[in-house]
């Protein structure tokens, strides 16, 4: 916690530290790390601007210029995104706390990040042997299970949703982001679990948020490979190699909130940082079975490649 002073008062506000950034934040967060460093961004709770200027990108619900981003969901507040460097959030007074928060880590700080200069990427990231692996694909495909499988057997993991990359002479590296994943009722009970004493996400679906600090990866680490989790309708699992211009497609496939590449006018810089990381790093495709399960035999396929 830190003190802060607006306009000759006091102000309570929390430190934190996520995707390699300092935060200090009007919010508390729990699912963040506490952080020592100087703040480099800042999240206020306030009056979100009505416009921005200069807007190249626009619709009902957002605007966008190349360092701004306006947003709204319904039921659940507005959102201001400026320079890399600051966040505000004005909920709307019968908000749902938890969705506010889920706005706020999820579409909110994925605009932050391309504000940043940084890749993210959707998608859950394991360690293993001290480098790590993204698990990404369509919501829905199965990266949660996936993860949690892994983390069931006691490998370190650093994401889960959305992974920042870091560029850096030696490699790419996956900054961790905070310790807590986004499962699926039936995922969770699948894995002997129960939702007993979980916070549900949304009351129309069946998700909740699962504390996960054990076994949590608090430091970046090199990034070896990517992998697209891929359901199909097929017999067993199989994993395949991809090369060449397909890896870039599964890369800018699977950046996280693309559309916003164009709305901050950065397509061509994002390209060839996709081009870059495709040049250093593994992908592969993961196909598993629609309706049965099979993490076992995933992970099994997948270490067979990372040991």
Not at 17 to 43: C, H, R, W
Not at 52 to 72: D, H, K, M, P, R
Request: aromatic share 10%; proline share 4%.
């Amino acid at each position: 916690m830190n003190l802060s002073k607006n306009e000759g008062k006091a102000i309570c506000r929390y430190r934190y530290k996520a995707f390699g950034t300092n935060i200090e934040s009007d919010f508390v967060l729990p699912q963040l790390m506490y952080g020592e460093g100087e703040p480099e961004v800042i999240i206020l709770k306030g009056r979100v601007p009505g416009e921005i200027s200069g807007v190249i990108a626009e619709a009902s619900f957002f605007q966008a210029t190349n360092t701004e981003l306006l947003f709204y969901v319904h039921g659940v507040g507005k959102y201001y995104i400026g320079h890399g460097k600051r966040i505000i959030v004005e909920p709307e007074s019968e908000a749902n706390e938890q969705l506010v928060t889920l706005y706020l880590l999820g579409s909110a700080m994925g605009a932050l990040l391309f504000q940043r200069g940084v890749l993210p990427v959707h998608g859950s990231a394991v360690v293993v042997n001290n480098a790590s692996v993204i698990i990404t694909g369509d919501s829905g495909a199965g990266k949660s299970s996936l993860t949690l499988a892994f983390r069931e057997r006691g490998f370190l993991y650093l994401t889960d949703d959305v992974a920042a990359l870091e560029q850096r002479t030696e490699g790419i590296y996956v900054q961790p982001a905070y310790p807590q994943q986004k499962l699926w009722k039936d995922c969770i009970e699948t894995m002997g679990g129960t939702v007993n004493d979980l916070t549900q996400i949304n009351e129309d679906k069946s998700k909740y948020f699962s504390p996960a600090v054990k076994g949590f990866c608090n430091s970046p680490v090199r990034l070896e490979a990517i992998c697209e989790l891929t359901p199909e309708e097929c017999d067993d699992v199989r994993l395949q190699v991809i090369n060449g211009v397909e890896k870039m497609n599964v890369l800018m496939k699977n950046i996280y909130r693309y559309q916003l590449t164009d709305f901050f006018g950065r397509r061509e810089d994002y390209f060839r940082k996709c081009v870059d990381i495709a040049n250093r790093v593994r992908v592969f495709r993961l196909v598993r079975p629609i309706g049965r399960f099979s993490v076992d035999r995933q992970v099994e396929l997948l270490l067979s490649q990372l040991v």
